[in-house]
């Protein structure tokens, strides 16, 4: 495995440094006055004006779309390995993949339906997401059951003649909220009675179809994310066409493990940005700060946390581009305890690393004069996100255990999980 950035690579990334100095990092603090404006004239739930501005910037530097491979509607998209070292750049700023239409939950929709939808549904749908003209959302976490195990899912998809009737609650339906997301990806049962792993479907929604609700925004640690936002849904005899279907009935969990392979991969590579930034603000805080006589850098105690802090961050980001490799040579089927090890390891040295820098920052850390509080709740709901910690250990123990036992891979199941 050689992960040295290739020289388009190399000049992708300058650009992008170069785009962070020019562009995000100038207009954090614009960003948060323009949604605290918003919220108080009563309405959170506006596209920032900042972001707007900003994507035909990126556009014209050659920085959109880059996380979709092989896909020959996106022709600048990336391999995994290739996209690692720049989706972990726009991790710094929690709202800067939008900026570059690289942003969850679309990046993942996007490639669904590039992977798994027909040429109509790409022309309908996939287009216009690819040139950033409107947002989406992935409804498959449900509030009454363990979403951790997606086979619990209740959300009814019946066929009705030349249409699908879909019935069912969803929640923590990410970017719902944004007044722009007008299509969901459902993901409910069709055939209850089918085999485990055959009992899903997935249907294509318009946001705007009758019987759609958007019920309330539900608050991460106190904050709304708005516009983004995550939103519970009531869907009460939605009507779609028979033709909105992905691949067909009883494909849902098929799709589900491709689809959340990618967006897992994505979030760990910028949890290492996260992690990048809150470093570089703990040491330029404990440089300038004074306490007991002495810099806060000086204290052994602060040494001793950047320096673990610097072994945790090479440590994850050399096993996410492991992950990434892995993906792209030989599919996300054989890499899923490569993709399950980072999802594992990513949030959870990224939580740590943040918190140590909270503490050097002392009352300013919890406050919002940092980006470090906002940063923390982002990374500690990843351990829920796309699957938890503990779903996640049982597949990797038992893909060892299978290892010594001289089972096939295929024998364990991987988590196709959200988390809620």
Request: charged fraction near 25%.
């Amino acid at each position: 495995m050689n992960f040295d950035y290739s020289p388009k690579v190399e000049q992708l990334r300058e650009r992008l440094l170069a785009f962070f100095d020019a562009h995000i990092y100038p207009n954090e603090k614009r960003y948060h006055q323009e949604i605290d404006a918003n919220r108080r004239a009563g309405n959170a739930w506006i596209p920032t004006t900042v972001i707007e501005e900003l994507k035909p910037k990126a556009r014209a530097a050659g920085l959109w779309n880059l996380f979709l491979p092989r896909s020959p509607r996106a022709p600048q998209g990336l391999s995994n390995l290739e996209y690692a070292p720049l989706a972990e750049i726009m991790g710094r700023v929690y709202w800067a993949s939008e900026v570059f239409n690289c942003s969850a939950p679309d990046t993942g929709n996007m490639e669904t339906i590039e992977r798994y939808g027909t040429e109509a549904h790409k022309d309908r749908w996939l287009e216009p997401l690819l040139r950033g003209e409107i947002r989406s959302a992935f409804l498959m976490t449900e509030p009454d059951v363990a979403s951790s195990d997606a086979t619990n899912i209740q959300c009814r998809i019946e066929r009705d003649g030349d249409e699908y009737v879909i019935n069912g609650t969803k929640w923590w339906s990410s970017g719902a909220g944004d007044p722009r997301c007008a299509l969901y990806i459902v993901m409910g049962k069709t055939n209850p009675d089918a085999g485990r792993h055959e009992q899903q479907s997935m249907v294509l929604v318009p946001a705007n179809t009758p019987g759609v609700t958007v019920k309330r925004h539900l608050s991460v640690f106190g904050y709304d994310d708005a516009p983004h936002g995550h939103m519970e849904i009531e869907l009460k005899n939605v009507r779609v066409p028979a033709d909105s279907i992905l691949l067909g009935e009883g494909r849902g969990f098929e799709i589900a493990q491709g689809r959340l392979g990618p967006g897992r991969i994505h979030h760990c590579m910028r949890s290492i940005g996260a992690a990048e930034r809150a470093l570089e603000l703990m040491c330029q805080r404990a440089i300038a700060r004074t306490a007991f006589g002495k810099t806060i850098a000086q204290q052994s105690v602060t040494q001793e946390r950047i320096a673990e802090a610097r072994c945790g961050i090479e440590q994850a980001r050399l096993l996410t581009l492991r992950a990434a490799y892995m993906m792209d040579t030989v599919g996300n089927k054989v890499a899923k305890a490569d993709i399950a090890m980072i999802k594992i390891v990513a949030p959870n040295m990224a939580l740590q690393v943040i918190d140590w820098a909270i503490q050097v920052h002392g009352g300013m850390g919890v406050c919002d004069d940092t980006p470090l509080a906002y940063m923390w709740a982002g990374q500690r709901t990843l351990r829920f996100a796309d699957g938890p910690d503990e779903v996640h250990r049982n597949a990797l123990a038992k893909l060892e255990l299978a290892r010594h036992m001289k089972l096939p891979a295929s024998a364990v199941d991987m988590p196709i999980t959200r988390g809620g």
